[in-house]
C-alpha cells in the first residue's frame, strides 16, 4: 500500500511536461471535452505558467510522476490552482491532498494574497478536497472553460 511518506513533491522539470500533460489529458478526457485553453497550457506549460511567475508541482512515487498540479500567476497577489490531476491507480491515498498543501505552501511563499479556482459540480471528489484545504465557493465569473460552473477561493 502506498503512503503519503512514500510520495515526493517535486517542482517543474522540462522532463515532466509530458507527464503533466498526460495526466491532465486523463482526467479531461475522462469528463469533458478538451478546450483550446487546455491545449494552450498543456503544450506549452513554460510559456503559459513557469515565464509568467507560475509553478507546476509534481507527485513523485518510486520514481514515475503519478499527480501534478499547476500554480498560474493571474495578476497581482493572486493565483490559480488549475490542472491537479492525480493518475487513476493511485487516487485514494492523499496525493491529491499532498498536491494541493504543495500549491497553497507554494503562493504563501510568493507572497500571494489569494488564490482561486475553476471546477465542475460532477467533481465531487475534488470539490471535497478543496473544501478540505480552505477554498470557499464564490460567485463564478468570466471564464475560459466551457466545463466550470463553480468557483473557489482561499484567502492566505
Same mark, same amino acid.
Given at each position: 500500500?502506498?503512503?503519503?511518506?512514500?510520495?515526493?513533491?517535486?517542482?517543474?522539470?522540462? #522532463?515532466?511536461?509530458?507527464?503533466?500533460?498526460?495526466?491532465?489529458?486523463?482526467?479531461?478526457?475522462?469528463?469533458?471535452?478538451?478546450?483550446?485553453?487546455?491545449?494552450?497550457?498543456?503544450?506549452?506549460?513554460?510559456?503559459?505558467?513557469?515565464?509568467?511567475?507560475?509553478?507546476?508541482?509534481?507527485?513523485?512515487?518510486?520514481?514515475?510522476?503519478?499527480?501534478?498540479?499547476?500554480?498560474? #500567476?493571474?495578476?497581482?497577489?493572486?493565483?490559480?490552482?488549475?490542472?491537479?490531476?492525480?493518475?487513476?491507480?493511485?487516487?485514494?491515498?492523499?496525493?491529491?491532498?499532498?498536491?494541493?498543501?504543495?500549491?497553497?505552501?507554494?503562493?504563501? #511563499?510568493?507572497?500571494?494574497?489569494?488564490?482561486?479556482?475553476?471546477?465542475?459540480?460532477?467533481?465531487?471528489?475534488?470539490?471535497?478536497?478543496?473544501?478540505?484545504?480552505?477554498?470557499?465557493?464564490?460567485?463564478?465569473?468570466?471564464?475560459?472553460?466551457?466545463?466550470?460552473?463553480?468557483?473557489?477561493?482561499?484567502?492566505?
Amino acid at each position: 500500500m502506498t503512503t503519503v511518506s512514500e510520495v515526493t513533491i517535486v517542482p517543474y522539470n522540462p #522532463k515532466y511536461a509530458a507527464d503533466y500533460k498526460k495526466l491532465n489529458l486523463a482526467w479531461i478526457e475522462k469528463y469533458f471535452v478538451v478546450e483550446p485553453h487546455d491545449i494552450e497550457q498543456l503544450d506549452d506549460p513554460e510559456m503559459y505558467i513557469i515565464n509568467k511567475g507560475g509553478e507546476i508541482l509534481f507527485a513523485k512515487f518510486e520514481g514515475e510522476i503519478v499527480g501534478t498540479c499547476a500554480l498560474i #500567476k493571474t495578476g497581482g497577489a493572486e493565483y490559480e490552482l488549475a490542472k491537479m490531476a492525480v493518475a487513476e491507480e493511485m487516487r485514494g491515498k492523499q496525493i491529491g491532498k499532498l498536491l494541493g498543501q504543495a500549491v497553497i505552501e507554494q503562493a504563501r #511563499k510568493a507572497r500571494a494574497k489569494r488564490v482561486w479556482l475553476e471546477s465542475n459540480r460532477i467533481l465531487t471528489t475534488a470539490l471535497h478536497l478543496y473544501t478540505k484545504l480552505g477554498f470557499v465557493e464564490v460567485p463564478i465569473t468570466s471564464t475560459p472553460y466551457a466545463r466550470a460552473d463553480i468557483r473557489m477561493e482561499i484567502w492566505l
